[in-house]
């Protein structure tokens, strides 16, 4: 099955407001019209109306890098799905291991937020994988198994094709040191099997992230069941970021 690539950039705790809009209006200029990938950008929350302002009508989709699960309420410091949709988000990253690491976030957490997303029809991309420790431990699989479970728990065959998974090896993230295409390849082959058990798993898009460059996109995205990128460091970049796109067009 034909999936379209997609292209996510996290900017995690980077970039003002001001900041923000810039980096969007150059990434605009260099990517021009997109054709058949999908492009987003997920700055922090402060950054999001001016950052959506400045994306109008360029095809390039805002996304956001949390959420609550609780629509309102007694929630200080928290922010809603509907929030997010109102300011024009279509995408949200759920279960980043950042969050899980810094945040204490858990598996049950991470399946309440998917389901806050999708019942506003924001679309999760929900990050799995494993630390340097579990993969030397050989529990890789296991991990990502149980992470992936736990957030399409209760999904229904719909949900599973407005849902994006990004398997993200911890020991990959901001280190330099990316999965080779075959390590990817295999969760990734082994992710869409999981999901295969639940639902129709063909036309879900799973994006590799860790250390994605320009350089190293290429071979990464030729992988049958890699399906996109999501890119933090480079993304900052726009000329890197847009380098990274190239790759991910289909030839
Ligand atoms: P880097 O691309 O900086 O390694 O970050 C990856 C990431 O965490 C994207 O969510």
Redesign the pocket.
Known sequence: MARTPLVAG?W?MSKTATEGAALARELRERLGSLDRVEVAVCPPFPALPAVGTALRGSGIALGAQDVHWEKEGAFTGAVSAGMLLDLGCRFV?LG???RRQHFGETDAAVQRKVRAALAVRLIPIV?VGETLTERDGGETLAVVARQVRAALEGLTGADLSRLVL?Y?PVW????GRTATPAQAQEIHGAIRRLVGQQGDGSATQILY????KAENAAALLRESDIDGA??????LVAEQFARIVEAARPG
Do not use: D, M, W
């Open positions: 996290n995690k990253i980043h291991s950042e990050c990004a993200e990959a993230i901001g280190t992230g860790g250390s994605v999501l890119v933090g460091g480079a993304s």
